[in-house]
Structure formats: structure tokens, C-alpha cells
């Protein structure tokens, strides 16, 4: 089992919907969690991290249940500049940061 | 521009070579993590050098290898290259041991295996 699991994909969506990331990891003792984001034929970028309240940052809305070990990112009103690949980040012991394979996004004008 | 910088930017080998990828920290970072990136996939972890230690590895047998100088800049080797060597290789520096969680990355070098 992979330690970082994601939705496949990828998602085609209009512009303006809705559309939720799902992502599970499987250490336990895992102590932090982050949402990247990688456009295509480019480096991986840190969209935001992701604490157990909960965060938002404008459109976007990440959430973190920790008895689940379960996260999740919710985009808003989806822009065609939101295509991209997007990566769940989990930071075991150490601070290494260990990534899911991605769940690619497509918004469609 | 994340201020790290990585060469070459492409390059094709064919099995059994060797290989060296570099990579220039940002400014103030002693950090440097490597990963390979399939197509397709995600970043996988390679290792970690923190202050010319490594500092934690992943699931990549020992043709792997690398070092990090006194200057924070780093190198990747890998010898008796396969097939399933070819990916694009990242790296990225943080302060610290990235506990913060945002690594800066490079643009990768994308390594083609004939």
C-alpha cells in the first residue's frame, strides 16, 4: 500500500464548479500535511498546508481529519489558471515530506 | 523563480552508465531533498542532506548516492543506469529539515535511460 494515496484522475470540470480532492495516508504518527501544486512540465509548488480546524485561503479550502487520516482539498468557483496537477503531502518523522501521485485538473471554459 | 538551480536540464544515457545531476540551493538553505518523478506520478523521495549529512533515505538502492557540499549545493550520482532510471529528477532546498513543509524546488533535470 502506498503511504500517500489520491483520487485518480483526471477531472474535467467547467469553469465555476466545484470540485474536491480526496487523499489518504497510512502512518499514523504522520505529523504534517500539505497541498501542492505541479503545472504541467514544471516544478512542484506549495499551494498551502493543511491543520486539523481546518483552512481556507480564498477559493480554496483544505481539511484534515486525523482519526480518518484523511484530506481533503475543495476548490471554488474553478478558473481555467486552476488546471494543474495537484499533490498531497504528508511530512513523517524528520520533515521529510513524502507525496501522492497527484490528481490531475482540467477546467473547461 | 525559486532561486534553485539544477543541470542538466535534459540529458540521455544509455544502461550501465553513470550519471551526475547538480543542484544549487536557494540563499540561506542547508537543506537538500532529491526525488524522481515518473510520468505520471508523484514525486518520490530519494534522500535528504542536511548541513553535508545525509539525513534520511528513501526506498532507492545504494547505486543511488549523493553529497552536499560546504556551500549547501548538492550532487545526485547514479551508476549502472536502468531502464526505469529515466524520470525527471527534482531538487529542493529548505531551511531546516523542511518541517515547514514548503520545499522550493528546481526545474528538474529529465534524465532519458536507452
Known amino acids: 500500500r502506498k503511504e500517500v494515496e489520491q483520487d485518480p484522475g483526471p477531472f474535467n470540470v467547467p469553469e465555476g464548479a466545484t470540485v474536491a480532492f480526496n487523499c489518504t495516508y497510512s502512518?499514523?504518527?504522520?505529523?504534517?500535511f500539505f497541498w501542492y501544486r505541479q503545472d504541467c512540465r514544471k516544478e512542484p509548488k506549495l499551494l498551502m498546508s493543511?491543520?486539523?480546524s481546518g483552512n481556507e485561503d480564498g477559493r480554496f479550502t483544505a481539511q484534515l481529519n486525523r482519526a480518518s487520516q484523511y484530506i481533503s482539498l475543495l476548490i471554488r468557483d474553478s478558473k481555467l489558471s486552476d488546471s494543474a496537477t495537484y499533490l498531497c503531502?504528508?511530512?513523517?518523522?524528520?520533515?521529510?515530506?513524502?507525496f501522492g501521485q497527484g490528481t490531475e485538473l482540467s477546467v473547461k471554459p | 523563480e525559486t532561486g534553485v538551480t539544477q543541470s542538466p536540464t535534459h540529458l540521455i544515457k544509455t544502461r550501465g552508465q553513470q550519471v551526475t545531476l547538480r543542484c544549487s540551493s536557494q540563499?540561506?538553505?542547508?537543506?537538500v531533498s532529491w526525488y524522481q518523478q515518473a510520468l505520471g506520478q508523484g514525486p518520490q523521495f530519494i534522500f535528504q542532506?542536511?548541513?553535508?549529512?545525509?539525513?534520511g533515505r528513501g526506498n532507492f538502492p545504494p547505486r543511488f548516492s549523493g553529497l552536499q557540499f560546504p556551500n549547501y549545493s548538492s550532487e545526485l550520482n547514479v551508476n549502472a543506469l536502468e531502464l526505469d532510471d529515466s524520470a525527471l529528477y527534482l531538487c529542493?532546498?529548505?531551511?531546516?529539515?523542511?518541517?515547514?513543509?514548503?520545499?522550493?524546488f528546481g526545474e528538474g533535470s529529465r534524465l532519458t535511460v536507452l
Open positions: 493543511v491543520y486539523s
Open positions: 540563499s540561506g538553505h542547508n537543506t
Open positions: 503531502v504528508v511530512s513523517n518523522q524528520g520533515g521529510k515530506l513524502i
Open positions: 502512518n499514523s504518527a504522520s505529523q504534517s
Open positions: 542532506y542536511y548541513r553535508e549529512e545525509e539525513n
Open positions: 529542493a532546498s529548505s531551511i531546516g529539515q523542511g518541517d515547514t513543509g514548503e520545499l522550493f
